[in-house]
T-cell receptor, first 115, second 116 residues
Framework: AQKVTQAQTEISVVEKEDVTLDCVYE???????LFWYKQPPSGELVFLIR??????QNEISGRYSWNFQKSTSSFNFTITASQVVDSAVYFC????????????FGKGTTLSVSS | DVKVTQSSRYLVKRTGEKVFLECVQD?????MFWYRQDPGLGLRLIYF???????EKGDIPEGYSVSREKKERFSLILESASTNQTSMYLC???????????????FGDGTRLSIL
């Protein structure tokens, strides 16, 4: 069965600190997809990144970077030089590569960045 | 730009009422989803639909039903609201039925529903 674990419920940092949000997943499939979403206080979930199981390259987008390691079933998200606007709930999600399946979300990590 | 619109941001209803939550998307997406979000539990899938008049149960369908009469609209119905259905409800959509598993979902702003 699929499962996504975000062990960190809440993280608090001060502006300009780097922070890593952990995501560990379980799946029996060899083809699967991983996602990260951001939910700011306004409520709408915003898509950040998608990664398929065959692409283990790390990705960087501005201050955001993602580290995908199949060996440890992890897909961690790092924010460099955090800012107050990064304060949000972040969700990791998993989908197996089959028609008819939906996303399985982790429980989310609440990040608070203070000035 | 992709737009998913939920009819209400905040809603207060009474126990036993029939409650309708409406969601409309303007991207001609085939797939639509309803989730509820509770503290410490994350997002849980209630129902989803890959086509008009088609529905599939998610992880927690009990106490809910859905309706999809038109492609752009997906309604969540609480047949007889109870206090344990007080929650944040999120609607989402994604483009293609056959590739729903690898497509990002686009979310609405959510409806915070309180059942008194």
């Amino acid at each position: 069965a699929q499962k996504v674990t975000q062990a960190q419920t809440e993280i608090s940092v001060v502006e300009k600190e780097d922070v890593t949000l952990d995501c560990v997943y379980e799946t029996r499939d060899t083809t699967y997809y991983l996602f990260w979403y951001k939910q700011p206080p306004s409520g709408e979930l915003v898509f950040l990144i998608r990664r398929n199981s065959f692409d283990e390259q790390n990705e960087i987008s501005g201050r955001y970077s993602w580290n995908f390691q199949k060996s440890t079933s992890s897909f961690n998200f790092t924010i460099t030089a955090s800012q107050v606007v990064d304060s949000a709930v972040y969700f990791c999600a998993l989908s197996e590569g089959q028609a008819g399946t939906a996303l399985i979300f982790g429980k989310g990590t609440t990040l608070s960045v203070s000035s | 730009d992709v737009k998913v619109t939920q009819s209400s941001r905040y809603l207060v209803k009474r126990t036993g009422e029939k409650v309708f939550l409406e969601c409309v998307q303007d991207m001609d997406h085939e797939n639509m989803f309803w989730y509820r979000q509770d503290p410490g539990l994350g997002l849980r899938l209630i129902y989803f639909s890959y086509d008009v008049k088609m529905k599939e149960k998610g992880d927690i369908p009990e106490g809910y039903s859905v309706s999809r009469e038109k492609k752009e609209r997906f309604s969540l119905i609480l047949e007889s609201a109870s206090t344990n259905q007080t929650s944040m409800y999120l609607c989402a959509s994604s483009p293609d039925r056959d590739r729903a598993y690898n497509q990002p979902q686009h979310f609405g702003d959510g409806t915070r529903l309180s059942i008194l």
